[in-house]
């Protein structure tokens, strides 16, 4: 359970008219969960979730051909065909915009990890990773560009929830509570940045192949080869 735990808070590091493949790609996967939002509320909430998929989506196309701090709003609401006025109901910059994209994917990547568990209770340590490594595999795209625009903050600190797993981890065994807290940095950091770079540097890696390796990393069989 400690294993499942980490694994789940460490990579928990990772969404109009379409004018590219790559473009369409990206949306394609930002339409997986954002529709299923938009199917569970009621009309008004539908409207508000509605212009913000447009506006999501909008800047996720704006995004293939330039960093967000050279996106504004009028370009933003030019291309979503939202007015200035609906834009600022909601958010006050485009980078609110890509914020809380990459919170859907945030929540988005705990649902399905939780979901995946409670299907299947007895999972081993690799396969609970490769629950996780298979997801981020098939939203490539869309976590490059969230990296591309250094848009990871929400990522990064929901590794900080190792903190209640290492509690009980063998390498924080003795260690006071400052000694618990940088073993959980350790851990987390570790795994962020790893996926970080398995997914912007298009290591020639399968998601089967990551998740043994970071398995291994965790259960510290290569720290002692």
């Given at each position: 359970?400690?294993?499942?735990?980490?694994?789940?808070?460490?990579?928990?590091?990772?969404?109009?008219?379409?004018?590219?493949?790559?473009?369409?790609?990206?949306?394609?996967?930002?339409?997986?969960?954002?529709?299923?939002?938009?199917?569970?509320?009621?009309?008004?909430?539908?409207?508000?979730?509605?212009?913000?998929?447009?506006?999501?989506?909008g800047l996720l196309r704006l995004l293939e051909n330039k960093s967000i701090q050279k996106v504004n709003v009028t370009e933003l609401c030019k291309e979503a065909g939202i007015n200035r006025a609906t834009f600022y109901a909601h958010y006050e910059t485009p980078l609110d915009v890509l914020n809380e994209i990459e919170s859907d994917i945030s929540n988005d990547v705990?649902?399905?990890?939780?979901?995946?568990?409670?299907?299947?209770?007895?999972?081993?340590?690799?396969?609970?990773?490769?629950?996780?490594?298979?997801?981020?595999?098939?939203?490539?795209?869309?976590?490059?560009?969230?990296?591309?625009?250094?848009?990871?903050?929400?990522?990064?600190?929901?590794?900080?929830?190792?903190?209640?797993?290492?509690?009980?981890?063998?390498?924080?065994?003795?260690?006071?509570?400052?000694?618990?807290?940088?073993?959980?940095?350790?851990?987390?950091?570790?795994?962020?940045?790893?996926?970080?770079?398995?997914?912007?540097?298009?290591?020639?890696?399968?998601?089967?192949?990551?998740?043994?390796?970071?398995?291994?990393?965790?259960?510290?069989?290569?720290?002692?080869?």
């Amino acid at each position: 359970m400690y294993y499942t735990s980490v694994v789940f808070t460490t990579i928990s590091f990772f969404l109009n008219d379409i004018r590219t493949t790559k473009t369409n790609h990206v949306l394609g996967l930002f339409d997986k969960f954002s529709n299923y939002k938009v199917n569970n509320m009621d009309k008004t909430n539908q409207r508000i979730m509605l212009t913000k998929k447009l506006l999501k989506d909008g800047l996720l196309r704006l995004l293939e051909n330039k960093s967000i701090q050279k996106v504004n709003v009028t370009e933003l609401c030019k291309e979503a065909g939202i007015n200035r006025a609906t834009f600022y109901a909601h958010y006050e910059t485009p980078l609110d915009v890509l914020n809380e994209i990459e919170s859907d994917i945030s929540n988005d990547v705990i649902h399905n990890f939780e979901q995946a568990m409670q299907n299947n209770k007895h999972l081993g340590l690799q396969e609970s990773i490769e629950i996780l490594t298979e997801y981020f595999y098939n939203h490539i795209e869309l976590l490059r560009v969230l990296i591309k625009n250094y848009s990871t903050q929400t990522l990064a600190l929901s590794f900080t929830r190792a903190y209640e797993a290492i509690i009980s981890s063998p390498a924080a065994k003795g260690a006071d509570e400052e000694g618990v807290k940088l073993v959980t940095v350790f851990l987390s950091g570790g795994g962020f940045f790893l996926l970080c770079y398995w997914v912007s540097e298009g290591v020639q890696k399968t998601p089967k192949e990551m998740a043994k390796l970071m398995a291994d990393l965790l259960s510290g069989k290569m720290l002692m080869q």
